[in-house]
Every structure is written in structure tokens, then in C-alpha cells.
């Protein structure tokens, strides 16, 4: 049997190990939060001894940065695959802001407690961590947010950064709200209702008149093919 047969076997199981662990450990971080959390607690959810985890990972920060990035590279992939083949900076939006909520109230309601926790922590090197993954995370959105910026379909004298936040930051009360209360608010509802709050503010101060003038125009257009339909009846009766 040559060198790499016998390490190929040690090295699937290693792998095998490190995923039982971080599954585990998202399980823990996700009911516990970080400070509650131990590599106790992980151990016994992962079915190993509290050394185990040692083995593999240098303490329970590094765990949770790992699942953390692991989790945000979940999310992302998804949007980064979703997003770019959506017509429209609205129909973009309203698929953000609805995927945003679901996914994090209703599939991941303890890891969005564990990172809204977390990115306001002292711990510079957590805080770190979740800022780079939330800078890939809102790049979907905000790639289309700039094209349309440069398009002339949105707002040009909002700067981007605050759009960025008034998008995520309105989604951050409504998932704080959540979390605080205990309650989940209905997710379509919401999304709806956040999507065109948002999309009044993001959209060009001339917008609203520049509709009025196509209803305007749309309903001069529309009563002048009535009177054309009824003048041939007005002589017919004469």
C-alpha cells in the first residue's frame, strides 16, 4: 500500500470530522449566542470529546468565525447566482429584501441573532470577519444599485452607502423587532410593505411627475378614442 493510499483515508475522515464540528457548532452558536456558548457544549452536540475540537480548530472564537463565514457563504452564493438574472432594479430589490427576511427569520433566526450580536461586539476580529462577509452579501444588490444610479433609474444625489443603508438598516429593526419580541411578523407582508417603502425613497425626485404626466397623457389619449367611437353614433341618430 503506498504513502498516499494510507493518508487519503485519514484525511476524508479529518474532513468528515471538521463538518460534524462545524454543524454542531452552528446548532450550539444558534440556540446559545457566543458568550453562552462552550466547546463543551459542541463536543457533546458533535458526539466527541471536548479535546476533539482542539484537534481542529484552536478555540471557540476561531469555531465561530468559521461557521459564521460558512453561513454567509451560503447566503451569498445564492443571491450572487439569483439576483443577476432578475429583470429590473425593482424586481432585484424586491427579491433581496423578501430572500433577506426569509432567510434569516425563518430559516436562520439563531445564526441572525448570533451576527447582529456579534457585529456590534468589542472583539475586533469578529466584527472584522462579518463585515467582509456582509460586504460580499449586499454586493448583488448594490452592483445593481450603482448601474441603475449610473442609468439615471434611481436616485443620483443619494450616495450609494446610504442606500446600502437605508435597505438593510430598515430589514435590521424589523429583525431586531423579532428577535426581542419573540414574534415573527409575516414575511410577504413584510417584504411587500419594505419593498415599497424603500423603492419610494430610491426612486428619482422627478419620477412621481414624470408618472402623473403619462397618466395625464395616457387618459387624453384614451378619452379622445371615445369621443372618436361615439361621434359616428351622434350623426347616425341625426
Same mark, same amino acid.
Given at each position: 500500500?503506498?504513502?498516499?493510499?494510507?493518508?487519503?483515508?485519514?484525511?476524508?475522515?479529518?474532513?468528515?470530522?471538521?463538518?460534524?464540528?462545524?454543524?454542531?457548532?452552528?446548532?450550539?452558536?444558534?440556540?446559545?449566542?457566543?458568550?453562552?456558548?462552550?466547546?463543551?457544549?459542541?463536543?457533546?452536540?458533535?458526539?466527541?470529546?471536548?479535546?476533539?475540537?482542539?484537534?481542529?480548530?484552536?478555540?471557540?472564537?476561531?469555531?465561530?468565525?468559521?461557521?459564521?463565514?460558512?453561513?454567509?457563504?451560503?447566503?451569498?452564493?445564492?443571491?450572487?447566482?439569483?439576483?443577476?438574472?432578475?429583470?429590473?432594479?425593482?424586481?432585484?430589490?424586491?427579491?433581496?429584501?423578501?430572500?433577506?427576511?426569509?432567510?434569516?427569520?425563518?430559516?436562520?433566526?439563531?445564526?441572525?441573532?448570533?451576527?447582529?450580536?456579534?457585529? @456590534?461586539?468589542?472583539?475586533? $476580529?469578529? /466584527? +472584522?470577519?462579518? %463585515?467582509?462577509?456582509?460586504?460580499?452579501?449586499?454586493? =448583488?444588490?448594490?452592483?445593481?444599485?450603482?448601474?441603475?444610479?449610473?442609468?439615471?433609474?434611481?436616485?443620483?444625489?443619494?450616495?450609494?452607502?446610504?442606500?446600502?443603508?437605508?435597505?438593510?438598516?430598515?430589514?435590521?429593526?424589523?429583525?431586531?423587532?423579532?428577535?426581542?419580541?419573540?414574534? @415573527?411578523?409575516?414575511?410577504? $407582508?413584510? /417584504? +411587500?410593505?419594505? %419593498?415599497?417603502?424603500?423603492?419610494?425613497?430610491?426612486? =428619482?425626485?422627478?419620477?412621481?411627475?414624470?408618472?402623473?404626466?403619462?397618466?395625464?397623457?395616457?387618459?387624453?389619449?384614451?378619452?379622445?378614442?371615445?369621443?372618436?367611437?361615439?361621434?359616428?353614433?351622434?350623426?347616425?341618430?341625426?
Amino acid at each position: 500500500m503506498s504513502a498516499l493510499q494510507r493518508v487519503a483515508p485519514r484525511r476524508v475522515k479529518s474532513q468528515l470530522r471538521v463538518t460534524e464540528l462545524l454543524a454542531a457548532a452552528r446548532r450550539v452558536f444558534s440556540e446559545q449566542g457566543f458568550h453562552r456558548a462552550t466547546t463543551a457544549q459542541i463536543a457533546e452536540a458533535a458526539g466527541v470529546s471536548e479535546a476533539t475540537v482542539f484537534t481542529y480548530f484552536p478555540g471557540k472564537r476561531e469555531l465561530c468565525i468559521q461557521v459564521i463565514k460558512d453561513w454567509y457563504d451560503e447566503i451569498s452564493t445564492e443571491l450572487e447566482s439569483e439576483v443577476p438574472r432578475l429583470l429590473g432594479v425593482h424586481a432585484k430589490l424586491s427579491h433581496v429584501v423578501r430572500q433577506h427576511l426569509f432567510t434569516l427569520l425563518a430559516d436562520g433566526s439563531g445564526m441572525c441573532a448570533l451576527v447582529l450580536g456579534e457585529g @456590534r461586539t468589542s472583539a475586533p $476580529e469578529l /466584527a +472584522e470577519v462579518i %463585515t467582509d462577509c456582509k460586504r460580499r452579501y449586499t454586493a =448583488p444588490l448594490m452592483d445593481c444599485l450603482a448601474q441603475a444610479v449610473a442609468d439615471g433609474e434611481v436616485r443620483q444625489d443619494m450616495p450609494l452607502r446610504l442606500m446600502r443603508d437605508l435597505v438593510y438598516g430598515s430589514m435590521e429593526h424589523v429583525l431586531w423587532d423579532s428577535i426581542t419580541s419573540h414574534k @415573527r411578523p409575516p414575511i410577504d $407582508e413584510t /417584504a +411587500e410593505q419594505l %419593498t415599497g417603502l424603500i423603492w419610494s425613497a430610491l426612486m =428619482p425626485r422627478d419620477a412621481s411627475l414624470d408618472a402623473l404626466a403619462r397618466f395625464r397623457d395616457e387618459v387624453g389619449a384614451a378619452l379622445k378614442q371615445l369621443d372618436s367611437q361615439r361621434a359616428p353614433k351622434k350623426r347616425a341618430r341625426k
